[in-house]
């Protein structure tokens, strides 16, 4: 397995993924924008699940909202549940819209 990478196009849309040679087999699709980071989905291979990706996947994109000083749009339902889950340890990136 390699590290989590991260490919944007010119518009900031783009992913997180994770390659088992030259298969991806997770990502998490994000879009940037206007100091937001929006997490649309999160998707690992069945093949590949149970050994922790979507939590790197979730690591690295936190990591880079933080170090770029973004706010992060949960829509994906496992990005929004591990905020939720873990509220303190992301309220510094989690944009909340409406409580």
């Known amino acids: ?3 989590v ?3 944007l196009d010119e518009k900031g849309h783009g992913h997180f993924y994770i390659l088992d040679g ?3 087999v997770a990502e998490m699709v994000v879009s940037i924008a206007g100091g937001m980071l929006t997490v649309y989905h ?6 590949a699940e149970g050994k922790g990706l979507a939590k790197q996947l979730l690591s690295a994109m ?3 909202a933080r170090k770029n000083g973004l706010k992060v749009i949960p829509l994906c ?3 929004h549940a591990q905020f939720k889950r873990h509220a303190d340890a992301y309220a ?3 944009h909340k819209s409406d409580q």
């Open 1 to 3: 397995m390699n590290d």
């Open 5 to 7: 990478q991260l490919k």
């Open 22 to 24: 030259e298969e991806q």
């Open 42 to 47: 999160t998707e690992v291979l069945p093949k």
């Open 62 to 64: 936190v990591d880079h």
């Open 77 to 79: 339902p496992y990005v």
């Open 92 to 94: 510094d990136v989690w």
